[in-house]
């Protein structure tokens, strides 16, 4: 076998030799080099960030690089970071030249590193004679970020044992036997192996070049012809599969978004963070999926339309270690087919009892292919929206909650009409380019169809075209915004065609008719309420390289002051009776308490302190579930195992299966009282409780 590190001391190297793989190296392709310069220019002819292409950039892409083989710094060690150091101010120059060797070189490093480790790993649980100590005081650093490179063979073989060890004790407490444990981890670094035995050139340089677009923003990169046929079925939306947006985290396929419409949107049953470890098909075993790669683990999801596919998944808001297998039925995923609905919410207070209308608008959609065709019936969010604000007029509704939670966004065109159902003439969003040039032809063209009482309801999902709403009818002063802090994605991406490929890239930024860009902070509510997703791990500022918040000249605009005064006396009563809702505080004590368990950066290894540990996870839940229902003067819940088997909510209450909305209802409620001049005293009232101690 032929030796990485001639410059290490001999004793080593003879360990050394034991542990490297003799794969053949892969090698740059004919043509890449001048695709590589190609995808360059571009970048630094048209991104909207405009960068230089020097030393400095050369130190970050090379770091970029080096996570992205290997983020969870499983397989590297020390010295060959040390070694690739010598790139740290080279990879400019290099990158100018259409260089790529040093690209390849790390890979093929990393490659020989992992499957040397990972035939280590089989041998180990092949081997009959080793046992796993269960009662052990050992424990694992879990997040990468708190360990250091592996700084030798030993401490490699050291660390994997213990990762072995965790990952035994997660099948078991899974109700796996311990034999079939061992047989389902031989299946999973089996499989790694043999993926990484099938990278080829195009994977590795598809790696390499979207190292350096990622220095560019997180909506950049650079697709192949195979990879691009993928992105083309996902931007149109109409696979037939579960609905859901992916990424790799770690060894871990971790759910990005539930696509409206979907399959999992419809049912009710993934979540973004969710991370997805083992797929099945229908009656089939479940396949393990950790550490493989995201394209392998979207064709074993994607199926034909009425068949069931099974994910295996460790839920965001659970305790980091058990898991849970879903069914979802496959069926065509297309943004048209959920569109914009609406339902009646009834609000009491104090007396007075309010119907209010509640839209809830999943993606910005238009059949562009129809409206193109000038077909009269052609389907959008704005014609649907409509539609159902006339016919909740016709039901005489007093108020109308927009309801834009987990909206993704869509179509800028939908926005802009959109927007225009509820102000007068005017500008909706300002887009600037790369050049520093303002269009502001996105106008609202005609009178609001809708002048009544209005809220919008956001919270962390709510992204792009979403954002261009709520922060439009913000700065008119049309409704109050509620919720949390948006996503912050305020980007235009173009993709255009390359000599082999495609590259996607920022061109443009939106900005708000008062100058504030969307971008990195998102649309802030006037009434703030806590999140149910973790804002240090959800949004676009959580991100690498985002692009940041600025702003540029506002547009002249009309301003509605009429909400204003009364922003304080809402957010106080809402404080006030947010406190005594036991819904409302149920779901986020739940939400508080996973954020406690999933923080923990460092787990045991002894399986009957990790059992312990799930076992105090249930009890935690069970407790949270009995104070809701003893506030609400219901019956507890006897033990944890009938609470178990009856977890089931009230769907056709939304005050229990929706606090949040219902929450919005209320504010809504409450702003119709203050604003119509019928319930002064109550203003005095509580901005006078407002003062007291």
Request: glycine share 6%; with cysteine.
């Amino acid at each position: 076998m032929r030796l990485i590190f001639t410059v290490l001391p001999i004793a080593l190297c003879m360990v050394m030799s034991a542990y490297v793989s003799a794969s053949v190296p892969i090698a740059p392709e004919s043509g890449q080099s001048g695709l590589y310069r190609e995808i360059i220019e571009r970048l630094d002819g048209r991104h909207y960030r405009a960068q230089s292409i020097d030393d400095a950039l050369s130190q970050r892409y090379l770091d970029q690089y080096i996570e992205m083989l290997d983020p969870a710094k499983s397989y590297f060690l020390s010295a060959d970071i040390e070694e690739f150091s010598q790139w740290g101010s080279k990879l400019d120059d290099l990158a100018k030249r259409g260089d790529l060797k040093p690209g390849f070189k790390m890979f093929n490093r990393l490659r020989d590193r992992a499957i040397s480790q990972l035939e280590q790993n089989i041998a180990l649980l092949q081997n009959t004679d080793y046992v796993f100590d269960y009662k052990t005081d050992d424990s694992i650093v879990l997040d990468p970020d708190e360990r250091k490179w592996l700084e030798s063979p030993d401490a490699a073989a050291y660390y994997w044992e213990k990762r072995l060890k965790d990952s035994m004790i997660r099948l078991v407490l899974n109700d796996k036997d311990p034999a079939e444990a061992r047989e389902l981890l031989i299946k999973r670094y089996t499989t790694q192996i043999k993926q990484y035995e099938q990278r080829d050139s195009q994977d590795v340089f598809q790696l390499y070049a979207n190292a350096l677009t990622s220095l560019y923003g997180p909506h950049s990169s650079y697709f192949t012809p195979r990879s691009n046929e993928n992105f083309q079925i996902n931007m149109s939306l109409s696979l037939e599969g579960i609905g859901a947006q992916l990424t790799t985290e770690d060894d871990y396929t971790k759910v990005i978004e539930v696509i409206p419409g979907g399959p999992a949107d419809v049912q009710g049953i993934l979540a973004a963070e969710d991370k997805i470890i083992g797929v099945g098909q229908g009656d089939d075993e479940i396949v393990d999926v950790i550490g493989w790669r995201i394209d392998e683990v979207v064709a074993l999801i994607r199926g034909a339309k009425g068949t069931t596919v099974k994910l295996e998944v460790i839920s965001a808001n659970g305790d980091n270690t058990s898991s849970s297998t879903l069914a979802i039925v496959r069926d065509k995923v297309k943004l048209e087919n959920k569109s914009a609905q609406s339902k009646i919410l009834e609000v009491n207070q104090d007396g007075n009892a309010y119907k209010l209308g509640v839209i809830d608008i999943p993606a910005f959609y238009i059949d562009f292919e129809a409206y193109r065709a000038r077909d009269p019936e052609y389907k959008s969010t704005t014609r649907d929206v409509l539609r159902l604000v006339r016919e909740l007029e016709q039901q005489q509704v007093d108020g109308i909650v927009l309801d834009l939670r987990n909206n993704g966004g869509g179509s800028l065109q939908e926005a802009t009409t959109l927007t225009d159902l509820f102000i007068d003439y005017g500008p909706v969003v300002q887009i600037r380019d790369a050049n520093g040039r303002v269009n502001r032809y996105h106008r609202a063209s005609r009178r609001a169809a809708y002048a009544g009482p209005l809220l919008v309801l956001i919270n962390r999902l709510s992204a792009s075209a979403s954002e261009i709403l709520a922060g439009a009818l913000q700065d008119y002063g049309r409704a109050l915004v509620v919720g949390t802090q948006s996503f912050g994605k305020g980007t235009v991406q173009d993709i255009t065609g390359l000599s082999s490929g495609q590259l996607k890239m920022t061109i443009s930024k939106f900005y708000r008719v008062s100058g504030d860009s969307t971008q990195h902070r998102g649309v802030l509510p006037d009434i703030a309420f806590p999140s149910v997703y973790d804002v240090d791990e959800v949004g676009e500022s959580q991100q690498d390289n985002v692009l940041p918040w600025d702003r540029i000249h506002r547009v002249p605009h009309k301003f509605d002051n009429s909400l204003t005064p009364y922003v304080d006396t809402l957010t106080h009563a809402h404080q006030q009776r947010i406190e005594l809702d036991p819904d409302f505080t149920h779901m986020f004590e739940r939400v508080d308490l996973s954020d406690d368990w999933g923080a923990k950066t460092e787990i045991s290894l002894n399986l009957s302190q990790r059992k312990a540990r799930s076992d105090a996870w249930d009890k935690a839940l069970f407790s949270l579930d009995n104070k809701r229902l003893k506030a609400k003067g219901l019956t507890a819940n006897a033990d944890i195992e009938s609470w178990k088997e009856d977890r089931e909510v009230d769907e056709d209450n939304i005050a229990e299966s929706d606090p949040i909305l219902f929450e919005a209802g209320q504010i809504l409620g409450d702003q119709i009282r203050v604003t119509s001049g019928t319930d002064r005293l109550q203003i005095v009232q509580l901005e006078s409780s407002k003062a007291t101690p």
